[in-house]
T-cell receptor, first 112, second 114 residues
């Protein structure tokens, strides 16, 4: 399974932008970069995904390095509700059956 | 609104008991997954299924079995529960061949084996 490296924890103040980094130096050409997050006492939920170009949706933005060996999830204005564990996952669409490999993720703390 | 439901949020069983964890999804998804989540270890895949009556082992299948008799339902079975199976169990489903390959998760079942 393809590996990602994320910081164990990060902190932010409410209404400030948050940049969550992810390193994936062994990414292959067919790997998509997916982000999920897990709020307290809930199952993980999809946040965003991308292949080469930067992506935006209502939840976040994903910035992908030109060499694709790293990416950054951007929360433009953190809220208390964004406090969660964020997982960066490489997903090979050529692999069977949509398996996702979850690492330990980054625990984001948001201070009021 | 999409929904994955799990039969119990909390469950306490004794060592040696047979335990059934049920998961139901209402999205007509082909793929279904069972994970366990432990502190410091993240989510680990136990079993998954890509069709009715089909199953594949994940990374930690030992001590577990699964059943998928209907498309919407995926059951995880602990044949003889042991204390090291005390964990949070999460079920997920996804549609095959979609753009996002998004997995939808249930709320989880916290199982304690005493």
């Amino acid at each position: 399974d393809a590996k990602t490296t994320q910081p164990n924890s990060m902190e932010s103040n409410e209404e400030e932008p948050v940049h969550l980094p992810c390193n994936h130096s062994t990414i292959s050409g067919t790997d998509y970069i997916h982000w999920y997050r897990q709020l307290p006492s809930q199952g993980p939920e999809y946040v965003i995904h991308g292949l080469t170009s930067n992506v935006n949706n209502r939840m976040a933005s994903l910035a992908i390095a030109e060499d694709r060996k790293s990416s950054t999830l951007i929360l433009h204005r953190a809220t208390l509700r964004d406090a969660a564990v964020y997982y960066c996952i490489l997903f090979d669409r050529g692999s069977t059956l949509g398996r996702l490999y979850f690492g330990r993720g980054t625990q984001l703390t948001v201070w009021p | 609104d999409v929904k994955v439901t799990q039969s119990s949020r909390y469950l306490v069983k004794r060592t040696g008991e047979k335990v059934f964890l049920e998961c139901v999804q209402d999205m007509d998804h082909e793929n279904m997954f069972w994970y366990r989540q432990d502190p410091g270890l993240g989510l680990r895949l136990i079993y998954f299924s890509y069709d009715v009556k089909m199953k594949e082992k994940g990374d930690i299948p030992e001590g577990y079995s699964v059943s998928r008799e209907k498309k919407e339902r995926f059951s995880l079975i602990l044949e003889s529960a042991s204390t090291n199976q005390t964990s949070m169990y999460l079920c997920a489903s996804s549609a095959a061949g979609t753009e996002r390959y998004e997995q939808y998760f249930g709320p989880g079942t916290r199982l304690t084996v005493t």
